[in-house]
């Protein structure tokens, strides 16, 4: 139950908002701005919701040929990245012009689906510190609770997973070692605690953060 839970609201495992095996993919705007409505009423410096076009079997990114918005009466072009991040805005209009996202993917046969996943954003080396992993631990846990909405956190909060702190993937092996830190290979864990919300102790190392999403123990 928890970790089916934490796939539905982490997409972790992956979220099909619209899966097809056609030449377009298309899903509405709908879902993307009732989560980043979250982020615009939060107080988020680093925590993030970001939206992927991926592989329904392999979670691995469906490469993107071309992207548009479309409404009845409009069309603009649709930002993305090569890893198949969508870069959507966050507008009022499209969403009451009941938008939809159409996505031309590079493999006309691919079949995609959308993974929404927390992560951090501007979160680099200068940061590795405790108190801003404290600060992005807190983030993480009140993003997830303001997207899993009143019913779940409120009233079955005894079935979210636990957060334990944050997981740092690296661009390279980092050789961390500190209480508290477990790596493997490039990916550390780190267990947040609350004496390091004041702690300006600084983890160094000379890879490179890539991402950052919550630790969670299912």
């Known amino acids: 139950m928890k970790s089916n839970l934490l796939a539905l609201l982490l997409g972790l495992a992956g979220v099909a908002t619209g899966v097809q ?88 046969q691919h079949d995609c689906q959308i993974k929404f996943q927390i992560e951090s954003a501007y979160f680099t080396n200068t940061h590795l510190t405790k108190q801003r992993l404290y600060q992005l631990h807190h983030e993480f846990d009140e993003l997830l609770s303001d997207l899993s909405g009143f019913f779940v956190s409120k009233l079955m909060g005894f079935l979210l997973p636990e957060q334990q702190g944050v997981k740092v993937t690296f661009a390279s092996e980092p050789n ?24 300006t102790a600084r983890f160094n190392t000379l890879s490179e953060v890539v991402t950052v999403t919550p630790w969670i123990e299912k």
Do not use: H, M
């Not at 649709?78 to 939809?100: G, I, M, R, W």
């Not at 500190?178 to 004041?198: H, I, L, S, Y």
């Open 21 to 108: 095996a056609q030449e377009e993919f298309v899903v509405s705007y709908d879902g993307f701005y009732d989560r980043l409505k979250v982020i615009e009423k939060g107080e988020f410096e680093f925590a993030r919701v970001n939206f992927y076009l991926v592989d329904i079997a392999t979670l691995a990114p469906c490469g993107i040929k071309s992207g548009k918005i479309v409404t009845e009466t409009s069309e603009q072009p649709l930002n993305y990245t090569q890893e198949a991040q969508l870069l959507l805005p966050f507008s009022e209009k499209l969403d009451k012009d009941k938008a939809v996202i159409v996505v031309e993917p590079l493999d006309p």
């Open 176 to 199: 961390l070692s500190a209480p508290g830190v477990t790596c493997e290979k490039q990916v550390c864990q780190f267990k947040v605690t609350d004496d390091w919300e004041n702690d």
